[in-house]
């Protein structure tokens, strides 16, 4: 297992701090938002400044001269970790150099002010187009020479696999190692992968070795059971199934995703359980939902995706109870069972919340509009929707070990991430995981120009008006990128585009193959392409000279998301790196947002109001757009306490307990 202090760093974590509640929690939130003060800032602008005026002197090195003050300021950072803050300015300078000797461009200032942010472990909001990329690698390559476990976790297996690649140069250059661990890696590649210097990877690949690793280690997580069990020439089973070295950096991609919207689904390690009683019970239970009227027999809450019966079923369990013995006994359960029938029926759709591949499920995460196909819903809501599409079911699956995001990523002793978006989280980054945000300026002004929100009462409607104003700016020969929430939606709005004599490209969950050659080609003379959400993150929209000229890339959402910062991250992809651009934005008092959290009670004066006063149409649905969003943000944010609460509660009765994992 190497040395003793590499299995000592196996399974050494931070022991996170309680999340404050109540008033405190308030108060902490309050306090995350001052953290990226204007003097914090200044101060990081500065240092940046002086790091770029100074690394000057390098450029008259040569390459072998220049690796050489790297490989000993490797060395230096290696030999004493707590001292190299010293170091860090000279540091960030040789690297700079290093960046422009192998990357063929010299980092700017603000660049270098998103490294020292890393490092010094802040989330970095720093907008599209600015260079994360190389920014995370800039802070990943020193955390890489102290020699412990550096990950830096991205959006997909693509980006992981793509930025390890075209950074293997940068690192080498630097005397750091790097790897890659994607969804297709077997456990042998993921053990070499792990034991490079730094890691590039998924927060589901990350999340699922740190919990298998725990579940072959057993009561081996344990450090001192581990040195007890070495001496006795017992632990050579449970060190071969081991694939990761430890956990200790972690430099966030799309932290705000990563942190905040998928932190409200926890990652569940399970084996299956054959149980054909309970698969036969989830065909009889859709059948019954099938048979049930809506407002006559149940009653749907759209704003939490719940049924309420409005009268007694159990004479209709009764009679498919005769008909079919196998459907399981016990009124309660066959209840919640028919109930979550019809929440599968009412509130999972294809080509929305999941698509079919070689029948089979796949689930589509909701703020990107990707596929995640080793996921699975519990509580038999997988099984339901199988059986509502007739197809084969999956094996009811026992958990072994289950955490959630948020308090995995507590886990990590150096913790930071970058975002386009993040300060509208700021409070909830410090109050779940004591980070602060601070907003990098562009290296040069945005020229962005946000247009007004477009309102209308019915969908129909909203759609004549997209389709009017594509045509529109595809007339001038500007590109456009419109942005869906669903599959569904995206293969809607490109039919319609079509027979409109309008070819477009489409990026979603079902046609993601090509997806970053289709983004990268969104910026040329008169290209449309249509893409569900984020589809597209991490991949350059470069315009052409003349498309400069013609005002740019022009960004449609098709509706506002649950969070503004999803938007703000749609329109982010007009206007980068001070190019010319505009973003506008369409909803309709039909949307999900709106149906799903403005409350009922308002929809009937809303309505009123815009029949007398027609002129109050934009401010009133710009309002209730907002008031919409504070509410789906008020009810994640509590969905994802909840999360965090319940891994604390289950943190000692499942695979892995608090007290052996040290």
Known sequence: MGTLNDNYRLTAIRNPPKIPTGIEARLSRFLGKTKGSRNVLRKLLNDAKAIDHDSKKHQSLTDDDLRDQLQWIKSSFRKSPKKSDALIPEAMGLIQEAVKRTMGFRPYPVQIAGALALHRGFIAEM???????????????????????????????????????????????????????????KPDERRASYGKDVAYTTPKEILADFLRDRIALGKQQNFERRMIQSMLGNDARQMNQVVMRGIHTAIVDEADNVLIDEAITPLIISREEPNE????????????????????????????????????????????????????????????LIRQALVAKEFFHRD????????????????????????????????????????????????????????????????????????????????????????IPNNRPSKRIILPLNVFMDDA??????????????????????????????????????????????????????????????????????????AGRGTDIKLSREVEALGGLHVLATECHGSSRIDRQLFGRAARQGDHGSATAYTSYQDELLVRNLPVFLFAPIRKILILTPFLKNSMGTFSVWLAQRIAHHKDFQSRLQVQRMDTWLDESLSFAADDVK
């Open 127 to 185: 907008s599209t187009g600015e260079g994360k990329t190389v920014t995370a690698a800039m802070a990943a390559i020193v955390r890489g020479w102290i020699g412990l476990p550096c990950h830096v976790i991205t959006a997909n297996d693509y980006l992981a696999a793509r930025d390890a690649e075209i950074l293997t140069g940068l690192f080498s250059f630097c005397w750091v190692s790097v790897g890659s661990v994607t969804s297709e890696l």
């Open 277 to 336: 009683a309970f698969m036969e019970s989830c065909k009889s239970a859709i059948t019954i939902a099938n048979a049930l009227e809506c407002d006559k027999d149940y009653r749907l809450e759209p704003a939490f995706r719940t049924v309420t019966f409005l009268k007694d079923i159990q004479e209709l369990i009764r009679e498919k109870q005769d008909s079919n013995p196998t459907f399981f006994s016990g009124i309660l359960f066959q209840k919640d």
């Open 352 to 439: 929305r919340q999941y698509v079919i591949e070689d029948e089979k499920i796949v689930i589509v995460d909701e703020s990107t509009g990707r596929k995640m196909p080793m996921r699975s819903w519990s509580s038999g809501l997988h099984q339901l929707v199988e059986a509502k599409e007739g197809l084969p079911m999956s094996p009811v699956k026992e958990t072994q070990a289950r955490l959630s995001f948020q308090r995995f990523f507590r886990f990590f002793h150096c913790f930071s991430g970058m975002t386009g978006t993040g300060k509208e989280a700021a409070g909830e980054f410090w109050h779940i995981y004591g980070v602060p945000v601070i907003t």
């Open 461 to 534: 409607t909203k759609m004549q008006a997209i389709l009017a104003d594509i045509k529109t700016i595809h007339a001038l020969g500007r590109p456009i990128l419109v942005g869906t929430r669903t599959v569904q939606k995206s293969e809607e709005i490109a039919a319609l585009l079509e027979s409109a004599g309008m070819p477009c490209r489409v990026v979603n969950a079902i046609r993601q193959e090509q997806e970053a050659e289709i983004i990268a080609l969104a910026g040329h003379h008169s290209a449309i392409t249509v893409a569900t959400n984020m």
